[in-house]
């Protein structure tokens, strides 16, 4: 963790203040009477676990869930808990605030939301829970998750992201939704440019940061406060991610209250049954073995794959490159409007294109059984981002397999990944002159593609996106911070 920088700040408003309930007095002297808590003595609970069977005989029944929640787990094929359902569930029954960390693909989702929909049934009322989460993408998918898994309460569910119309957002909020599931920038300004939707908020009983550790990045912490301060102070507060940061480990520390922190795991983990391998190449060579790849598909058993890069402006050529290749794909990343993105994920998801090339906004949180196969086509500079990457496949016990392409400048970053996984990757095997026989034909392909995307503007749209993001940071006062973080990246190599 001590690549990103600690940012969080001492009065984060996260957790509510713990007060320990003080028991009524009896008319009947009681000869041994239960010392009432200090509040002083209150410390965060923590709890560690690095046995992946933990309470592996535990069913959904002895988490203390209704019995309309254990049908609807049956008719959903959810036969046993998974340690981090296990462990938080009765916990946020309790009425505890909740940090879950557990790692991608082990349900982490309905161990939020199962006890949140018990909660609601008993006093349904809207907006029951607000949901923050840091994609749009993964906004829509635990909004279907919702839905399934209240199904029989007859469920409203509100996504509120950018890149759709405010007015309908508004007005689908001042409907009171049951829960609201967001990305923090776009209910941040809905919050501010409408008087009449903070009260909305006004009695909501559960706050969800889903992703909590890019969540609370730096980049949302504005966001965050504007959210905050609408929120009645009685909420419960429920973290979960995959992924432990230097904020998340921070605002526990900092938390007074009696907070229950479930770590499944030390550090950062990928999932045993996922396969990884690396090949190394040159980076002129980079396409042609990624098409090389993609043409082994069926002969490795491989239904659908997701190519991570690290930039939109990469996405759009390789997604140019490809079609010129007549290879089936869709593109995503946040250069596309939003129509356009869920379309993507939409043809990908019920199976119309085997390949979807996508940036780090696809790298969270999506849970699409068929993904068999991760290429990080691009390395990413942190382990954690790694992490979530190839936690796209190999989920819910499934195997899988995560292949990186790594060149010469990439060879630091894929030992840091390494060491801090605790894992080494093994080699893809291939024959060179196998790979390299389309070269010519990938070479010509690629500079089609290059003289595509200067026509449709391309070019323009990263300008302009640039600017946009700039002066955001401005805004938020971060440019100083990311400048003085890169010196000192830059001074320690």
């Given at each position: 963790?001590d ?24 008319q ?9 808590p ?11 676990s ?18 309309w ?14 340690a ?17 960390l ?54 409203r ?8 119309d ?37 009695n ?6 889903d992703?909590a ?12 406060r ?20 230097s ?21 950062f ?9 690396y ?6 060579v ?32 390789l ?21 356009l ?18 940036t ?19 390395i990413?500079?942190?382990?954690r981002?790694?992490v ?6 190999a ?5 899988g ?7 010469q400048?990439?060879?630091?970053l ?6 801090v ?7 893809f095997?291939?024959?060179?002159d196998?790979?390299?026989?389309d ?21 323009e ?12 940071l ?12 890169r ?7």
């Open positions: 963790m690549e990103e920088e600690n940012t969080v700040d001492i009065d984060f408003p996260l957790f509510k203040p713990f007060r320990p309930k003080t028991p009524k007095p009896s009947t002297p009681n000869p041994n009477p239960t010392p009432t200090d509040p002083s003595s209150t410390e965060t609970e923590i709890e560690k690095t046995n992946p069977n933990t309470d592996s005989a535990a069913t959904f029944s002895d988490l203390g869930l209704a019995d929640v254990l049908r609807t787990c049956t008719e959903l094929g959810m036969r046993k808990p998974t981090v359902q296990t462990h938080c569930i009765p916990k946020i029954l309790a009425g505890r605030d909740v940090l879950g557990a790692q991608t693909g082990s349900g982490k989702t309905a161990a939020f939301a199962l006890p949140i929909l018990q909660r609601l049934a008993e006093d349904p009322f809207g907006v029951f829970a607000l949901v923050i989460t840091p994609t749009r993408e993964l906004a829509y998918q635990l909004a279907e998750q919702f839905r399934g898994l209240g199904s029989s309460l007859h469920l569910c509100s996504v509120i992201v950018g890149g759709m405010m007015l309908t957002q508004a007005q689908s909020l001042m409907a009171r939704p049951h829960v609201v599931i967001a990305t923090p920038g776009r209910v941040k300004v809905l919050l501010q440019q409408n008087p009449d939707i903070p009260l909305v908020f006004s909501t009983k559960f706050l969800v940061l992703e550790d890019r969540v609370l990045d730096a980049g949302f912490e504005e966001e965050l504007v959210v905050f301060q609408c929120l009645p102070k009685s909420r419960q507060t429920l973290l979960f991610s995959a992924t432990m940061t904020d998340l480990q921070t605002l526990i520390e900092l938390s007074e209250n009696k907070a229950y922190f479930y770590e499944a795991y030390e550090g983990k990928t999932v045993d049954t996922l396969k990884q391998e090949v190394f190449i040159s980076q002129n980079k396409d042609v073995y990624l098409v090389y790849i993609l043409s082994k598909l069926e002969d490795m058993g491989v239904r659908s794959a997701i190519i991570f890069v690290s930039t939109c402006r990469s996405c759009h050529l997604s140019l490159l490809l079609e010129e290749l007549d290879q089936r794909v869709s593109a995503l990343h946040s250069f596309k409007a939003q129509s993105r869920l379309a993507a994920l939409h043809r990908f998801k019920s199976g119309q294109v085997p390949v979807l090339l996508a780090d906004v696809a790298s969270r949180g999506l849970d699409i059984p068929t993904v068999d196969l991760v290429i990080n086509y691009d990413p500079r942190y382990p981002d790694y979530h990457r190839v936690g796209r496949t989920r819910a016990g499934r195997g397999l995560a292949i990186s392409l790594v060149t400048n990439d060879v630091k894929i030992h840091k990944i390494e060491d996984v605790g894992k080494q990757m093994e080699k095997e291939c024959k060179e196998e790979v390299l026989a070269i010519t034909k990938i070479y010509k392909a690629r500079r089609v593609a290059a003289m595509k995307m200067v026509d449709d503007g391309f070019e749209k990263e300008k302009e996106r640039k600017k946009q993001k700039l002066n955001t401005a805004e938020k006062g971060l440019l100083k911070k990311r400048s003085r973080k010196r000192r990246e830059k001074s320690a190599k």
